[in-house]
């Protein structure tokens, strides 16, 4: 019987990615193309049967021929079609008539083509439906499940094809066969690769899911262009993360925000792009931005795991390598502890009298007369408390001449290896291809794995720390949250419902001629704020709709140039009239945001406020829903954080206070449904324990 939609989106994909005996549909002999596709199973090496499908039942590249899956008579667990694209549905009705429930689909022309393409694309959806195929592609290079044998593909392969625990997922063939390309130069070795194509079945979601729960796999790296389902996906990088497996992600293109956010800063500020990074943080997705940082930054996190402490340490024979791994970790954010006294006072035992005790440390010279230095310097600073892993950089052989010329310099690295109670690595000084001379040397010295250089190697070491410190946090959980049942409009009534939700607001009054507003601002004692208050009016400056510092004396005369100043900016507007608040003094001014992502749900920003918002861009994004933990984190990834922490004499903010305050805005927000688009507070003042919000601002979209 056919499944429907839902039914084939949880299914188990392990029949398919470790299917056995395919059936090639369109193989022929005088296709180059087919040849090609036909070598792919003996370099990957495919373990299983093969039969040719083709209209004339003709044998192709020695395999027996048939003039359709029906008619071979065996059992198939996968049809792989290339036949031209207006044959694909004949193709599927063939295979599952011959009880087939699995293709591949290599033919191009369908949704990339265009309009006509897409229509067809969406037919071969419906057929499969219907037969209850699950399908990958069209315009599909298909998978090569290396730890498995199993390969049903036309993506390049370098010889040997080296087998390892790093998975690969692109949604571009092209892109998927560079991927492969740089890990072979590499040394590299991979469980999985696949290029998803055009997606009208299996996508990137359901690959990820599969490659979660496969054991050979130790890491993914994935190139994507969208992610088409985001809720899927997120379900299966929360199990990634829950498995301590980690994610690499380089991703193009935007998501699509709704246009209502533009009537707010925070939807200008937090972009398509933040909200993402924000979803990566959540779920301890590594984002890179290039192939060879993907491919070393997955492999690093593969072979290593998770440390702690989140630390590392540093070794060379080379002082200017000492100084540049200490710049480039202060550009990529790369923490860099001192040892501790006891692993420094083992490092004067064992270093030259001249040698300085520091991280990143220079064995200095003194290692090409005593190599053993290597091996005690390393076991040193392996033991020290402060430090997860180390890293030697040194020059690596890749020739027999450099083995003979370096090996013996090396070696005693590798016996420190053997023995370390941190994990190690090794990186070499400029990116070189990985030559067998290099490979066997380093199996026999007992050194892997290893990095390319400095450069890319900080970087994916950089990754690998932030990546352990996001493990070692609990990932937030909400909490239920009443629905409001309003919509709150304007100013004076979005404060009113941020305070019935516990957030503290300023106290205004409302008033509706000059007088009133004379009298209101005579009864707060001191200097006043007067706004205009309209629910048509989001930027309220840009309108003059905003004096501050008033005297009650002048209070009348502001409140008349207020309502003319609007007047002449939008003569349309709605004005319910001016509200007049006490003027409040020193104090940091945040800007706390909740945009609606159509993808990704809500996303909570926090960052410098007032009129510095779109001058210093300073803010820091996370998705709901977060707790005050969260939040803490999240305001101390500031640039400006700082001014939360006493800065020149002003009172260190109440930190605890504040998190719970961001947290009560965002469930305030949660709690006034999915048409919400933007509830933004700018600013919200915080002094000390003094935390109010001043101004606030809620969108809704049709």
């Not at 009443?482 to 004076?492: L, S």
Request: hydrophobic letters at 50%; a negative charge; glycine letters at 8%.
């Amino acid at each position: 019987m056919p499944q429907d939609s839902e039914t084939l989106a949880g299914e188990d994909l392990t029949g398919f990615f470790q299917a056995r005996d395919i059936a090639l549909v369109g193989a022929s002999d005088k296709s180059e193309w087919s040849k090609l596709i036909h070598s792919r199973f003996e370099r990957f090496g495919h373990e299983g049967s093969l039969l040719a499908v083709n209209r004339n039942g003709n044998m192709a590249h020695g395999l027996p021929g048939f003039k359709s899956c029906t008619e071979a008579d065996l059992p198939i667990d996968m049809a792989y079609i290339y036949v031209p694209a207006t044959a694909v549905t004949e193709a599927l009705r063939d295979a599952a008539a011959a009880g087939i429930r699995r293709a591949v689909i290599l033919t191009s022309g369908f949704a990339e083509a265009g309009p006509e393409g897409a229509a067809m694309q969406d037919d071969v959806a419906a057929v499969a439906r219907e037969l209850g195929i699950r399908l990958m592609g069209p315009n599909s290079m298909g998978y090569a499940n290396i730890a498995h044998r199993s390969a049903v593909t036309s993506i390049n392969s370098r010889l040997p094809v080296r087998a390892g625990s790093l998975a690969l997922v692109s949604q571009s063939g092209a892109i998927a066969n560079e991927l492969g390309k740089f890990a072979h130069t590499q040394a590299i070795g991979l469980s999985f690769l696949a290029a998803t194509g055009n997606e009208a079945d299996i996508g990137l979601a359901d690959i990820v899911e599969y490659l979660v729960n496969d054991d050979a796999v130790k890491a993914i790296g994935i190139y994507a262009e969208s992610i088409n389902n985001p809720a899927r996906f997120a379900a299966a990088a929360a199990k990634a993360r829950a498995a301590r497996k980690p994610i690499v992600l380089l991703k193009l293109g935007r998501s699509e925000m709704s246009a209502a956010i533009a009537q707010a800063h925070t939807g200008s500020l937090l972009g398509d792009d933040g909200i993402f990074d924000a979803m990566c943080q959540r779920y301890a997705i590594t984002r890179v931005y290039s192939i060879e940082e993907l491919i070393i930054t997955a492999n690093v996190l593969a072979r290593v795991g998770p440390i702690y402490p989140a630390r590392i340490g540093m070794l060379s024979i080379s002082g200017g390598a000492c100084a540049m791994y200490a710049d480039l970790a202060s550009i990529y954010g790369l923490d860099v502890p001192q040892w501790s006294e006891p692993t420094q006072a083992k490092l004067r035992e064992v270093l030259p009298s001249f040698a300085a005790t520091l991280n990143p440390l220079d064995v200095t010279g003194a290692v090409v007369q005593t190599p053993e230095i290597w091996t005690d310097a390393i076991r040193a600073v392996c033991e020290d408390p402060n430090i997860g892993m180390v890293l030697v950089v040194t020059l690596l052989p890749n020739t027999p001449t450099e083995v003979a010329l370096l090996g013996d310099g090396i070696r005693p690295i590798g016996k420190a290896f053997r023995t370390a109670g941190r994990v190690p690595m090794v990186a070499n000084t400029t990116v070189q291809d990985v030559s067998e001379a290099r490979l066997e040397f380093m199996r026999d010295a007992g050194i892997d794995p290893i990095l390319p250089n400095l450069d890319i190697g900080v970087r994916a070491l950089a990754h690998l720390q932030r990546w352990s410190e996001r493990l070692a946090l609990e990932m937030p959980t909400g909490q239920a949250v009443v629905a409001a049942g309003t919509q709150p409009q304007g100013e004076r009534e979005t404060l009113a419902y941020l305070a019935e939700r516990g957030v503290p607001v300023i106290k205004s009054v409302l008033v509706a001629d000059a007088e009133a507003a004379g009298r209101a601002a005579a009864s707060i004692g001191g200097p006043a704020a007067l706004k205009i208050a309209s629910p048509d009016i989001a930027h309220k400056t840009e309108a003059g709709g905003v004096r501050l510092n008033v005297a009650a004396t002048d209070a009348a005369r502001v409140f008349e140039e207020i309502i003319a100043s609007v007047k002449n900016h939008a003569p349309a507007a709605a004005i319910d009239g001016v509200l007049v608040s006490p003027m409040r003094g020193a104090g940091t001014e945040l800007i706390v945001g909740i945009v609606r992502d159509p993808e990704w749900g809500l996303a909570v920003s926090a960052g410098l406020g007032g009129v510095l918002t779109e001058i210093l861009e300073d803010r820091a994004i996370r998705l709901a829903p977060l707790d005050a933990a969260a939040v803490r984190a999240m305001l101390m990834a500031l640039r400006g954080a700082r001014l939360l922490q006493g800065f020149r004499g002003q009172p260190a903010a109440d930190l605890d206070r504040l998190s719970e305050v961001i947290v009560a805005i965002a469930q305030a927000a949660e709690a006034l449904g999915p048409n919400l688009a933007v509830l933004e507070i700018n600013p919200l003042r915080v002094h000390g324990a003094e935390i109010e919000a001043l101004d606030a601002l809620a969108v809704y979209q049709a």
